[in-house]
């Protein structure tokens, strides 16, 4: 069961009246319930003929706050411990099934790749495609090097890992 949005974002407020906050009441039984009626919760993006959609600010402050804090701890890295060196903050960035008829999910995972590289992690885009798994950046670039371009649908491929995974570790 999730019990978390993001790692490391600010504690969630409290529900008026109740010992609960927002996110745990969402996540009881692992399917977001709207706060207000109870109902289902909606994807929070933005689909084509959305007659329905309503942009919060709020979410996309959260956002930029967590890659801000990302960001941080990769400029300073992680310690194992702490009177240890600090080691570059390692970090996967899986992009499953995102084309060019709309290219946003893209830039944003190409955008987080190199602005995380830049401060010092060790930051690697994951990107499976059927049809265009390599990246949108230009050749020799940060991005473009730290691409690992997976030519597959995104199912067969989250098989195929999680096989080379359990085979890996010998279990």
Not at 32 to 49: D, K, N, V, W
Not at 101 to 112: D, G
Request: hydrophobic letters at 35%; charged letters at 30%.
């Amino acid at each position: 069961q999730r019990q978390d949005t993001l790692r490391y974002m600010p504690p969630p407020t409290r529900r008026k009246g109740t010992g609960f906050s927002q996110i745990q009441t969402g996540f009881e039984l692992n399917h977001p319930t709207c706060q207000e009626c109870g109902g289902p919760a909606r994807p929070a993006i933005l689909m084509f003929m959305d007659l329905n959609w309503e942009d919060v600010e709020s979410q996309c402050e959260r956002w930029e706050e967590w890659l801000e804090s990302v960001r941080l701890i990769a400029k300073t890295g992680v310690k194992e411990q702490e009177d240890g060196p600090a080691r570059p903050l390692r970090v996967a960035i899986l992009e499953v099934g995102a084309g060019d008829n709309v290219p946003t999910v893209r830039r944003t995972s190409e955008k987080c790749c190199k602005m995380l590289s830049t401060a010092g992690a060790e930051a690697r885009l994951i990107r499976v495609n059927p049809e265009i798994p390599l990246s949108d950046e230009e050749p020799g670039g940060i991005v473009e090097e730290s691409t690992i371009s997976i030519l597959s649908t995104g199912l067969k491929a989250i098989r195929d890992l999680d096989r080379r995974i359990f085979e890996a570790r010998g279990l």
